[in-house]
């Protein structure tokens, strides 16, 4: 079974300065997606960036960046010039490809906190 | 934008009452999931289906069942409810055909005493 590992349940940063939060996966699939999901507090989630392991090109959406070591089966967020408004729960993300049945089940790891201090 | 609404935010019910717990897209999605959300254990799958009146088991199904009527609502039913139920509880929805993302509702605290 597909396991999804966040290690860090707490982190934090400066605003302006640059964070970094750790995935690790364990799947024996070569064709998969990853993805951040944001939780703010009392708010819905949302998705922060997606992976296809088909790509080698490391996903970017405007300041949020991950580093995919598919190898390593590791998928890092990276959020640069951290603002207020990112403090929420991150959660990391594992989706086997598909179209029907089964196949869409998300597998999310703990979560993250992450605080941002003025 | 894709809506995933909930019937509640937050809801008390007493040990042993059949609690239920409403769900409505408004994109015409195939697929919608339940998860209950706790602290320390991240979001774990309760139950999903991927078409009217399909439906599939996920990873803690023990002690609910789902129903779904009509392509956008999707129901988690807690049969007899118990203190061990007490949770956060996520609705999601998303399309067959672009099934890169899933659209969450707001939640629904769930306090059973």
């Known amino acids: 079974a597909q396991t999804v590992t966040q290690s860090q349940p707490e982190m934090s940063v400066q605003e302006a300065e640059t964070v970094t939060l750790s995935c690790t996966y364990d799947t024996s699939e070569s064709d998969y997606y990853l993805f951040w999901y944001k939780q703010p507090p009392s708010r819905q989630m949302i998705l922060v960036i997606r992976q296809e392991a088909y790509k080698q090109q490391n996903a970017t959406e405007n300041r949020f960046s991950v580093n995919f070591q598919k190898a390593a089966k590791s998928f890092s967020l990276k959020i640069s010039d951290s603002q207020l408004g990112d403090a929420a729960m991150y959660f990391c993300?594992?989706?086997?490809?598909?179209?029907?049945?089964?196949?869409?089940?998300?597998?999310f790891g703990k979560g993250t906190k992450l605080t941002v201090n003025p | 934008d894709v809506k995933v609404t909930q019937s509640s935010r937050y809801l008390v019910k007493r040990t042993g009452e059949k609690v239920f717990l409403e769900c409505v897209q408004d994109?015409?999605?195939?697929?919608m999931f339940w998860y209950r959300q706790d602290p320390g254990l991240g979001l774990r799958l309760i139950y999903f289906?991927?078409?009217?009146?399909?439906?599939e088991k996920g990873d803690i199904p023990e002690g609910y069942s789902v129903s779904r009527e009509k392509k956008e609502r999707f129901s988690l039913i807690l049969e007899s409810a118990s203190t061990n139920q007490t949770s956060m509880y996520l609705c999601?929805?998303?399309?067959?055909?672009?099934?890169?993302?899933?659209?969450f509702g707001p939640g629904t605290r769930l306090t059973v005493t």
């Open positions: 999601a929805s998303n399309s067959l055909v672009f099934s890169y993302e899933q659209y």
């Open positions: 289906s991927y078409d009217v009146k399909m439906k």
């Open positions: 994109m015409d999605h195939e697929n």
């Open positions: 993300a594992y989706r086997r490809p598909g179209t029907q049945g089964g196949s869409e089940k998300l597998v």
